[in-house]
């Protein structure tokens, strides 16, 4: 389970009511016997309230008499997450949503057969998406695609990218050179062929190509040759390289539509487009280079 950025987390806590907010953000615990999903009984899939992963199903419910929701087993065991809490003098173990890091409540090992196990939930936490009911996009399996940009220098293109809904991961690499394996002394010297690349690995159902190539045009500038803002080098350029034929059609037509839009009439559109050579992640100190430093490059917030 990949986890959500830190700014992700905060957007969609934003929507949430007043007690979900206190429970999963603040580590709160609701009063027993008033949660709202303490006598839910219908079948169906328990979410969690700030971004909808699946977390429990109720035919793992059971009736504890502790006064709060109460299952003996997780939707998923790679859905929630356990961290040790000793708050309060006690040995806990508080149980985490473990893609948003919500707080859930704890775990027990006192409970019903077969796994003995009690996870002790707040009503708060959790959304109850009844059986027939289809399940909201964030709560369905997530499915892995990858697309891969360049935009210029890759700190701040993997920066953008990774505040993206729907985005897994983002990893600054090297494409489309000539050179196994470059360093990036190597690629400086612009002689490698390649091109300063980030790759998107993103859940296809939460997030379009589509949206990546138009979040990728205001990123950075297409219409800049030779290199991007400051930074001038071949190893800089603008490509779109596409990792299959269907991202082939859709980024010809977003760039047949994008070439005929006024927009671009006096500065054409200078981004190439090409199947996709082998990425070559680039070394360590590149990556998450604005989150850790918090130094800027280039480039616009697409998401906005
Ligand atoms: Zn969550």
């Not at 429990?56 to 859905?79: A, I, L, M, N, V």
């Not at 309060?88 to 948003?100: D, K, S």
């Not at 138009?214 to 990123?219: K, L, N, Q, T, Y």
């Not at 080098?233 to 006024?262: C, V």
């Amino acid at each position: 389970m990949t986890p959500l950025p830190k700014e992700e987390v905060q957007r969609l806590a934003q929507k949430l009511d007043p007690e979900a907010y206190r429970v999963t953000q603040k580590a709160g615990t609701e009063p027993p016997f008033c949660g709202g999903l303490l006598t839910e009984k219908g079948k169906g899939i328990f979410v969690c309230v700030v971004c909808g992963l699946p977390l429990y199903r109720s035919e793992h419910k059971f009736e504890s008499g502790t006064g709060w929701p109460s299952f003996y087993q997780e939707f998923d065991p790679d859905h929630v997450s356990r961290v040790p809490d000793h708050s309060y003098g006690m040995v806990r173990t508080e149980i985490r949503c473990a893609r948003c890091g919500a707080h859930l409540g704890h775990v027990f090992d006192d409970g019903p057969a077969p796994t003995r196990m009690r996870h002790c939930l707040n009503s708060a936490a959790l959304k109850f998406i009844p059986e027939g009911t289809p399940l909201p996009p964030e709560s369905r399996p997530v499915d892995v695609e990858v697309a891969y940009f360049a935009g210029g220098c890759f700190w701040s293109v993997e920066h953008w990218f990774q505040l993206g809904p729907g985005v897994i991961d983002v990893v600054s690499g090297y494409m489309q050179g000539h050179v196994p394996n470059p360093t990036y002394e190597q690629v400086c010297t612009g002689t490698t062929g390649h091109a300063e690349s980030v790759k998107v690995v993103f859940d296809p159902n939460r997030i379009s190509y589509r949206r990546l190539l138009e979040a990728f045009f205001v990123i950075h500038d297409p219409t800049q040759a030779g290199g991007q803002g400051p930074d001038i080098g071949h190893q800089y350029r603008s490509g779109i390289w596409y990792a299959n034929e269907k991202q082939k059609r859709e980024a010809e037509a977003f760039l047949a539509e994008k070439r005929l839009d006024p927009k671009y009439q006096k500065r054409p559109i200078v981004t190439e487009l090409e199947a996709a050579g082998p990425f070559y992640p680039a070394e360590n100190y590149h990556q998450d280079y604005i989150e850790r430093t918090g130094r800027m490059c280039h480039g616009r917030n697409p998401w906005q």
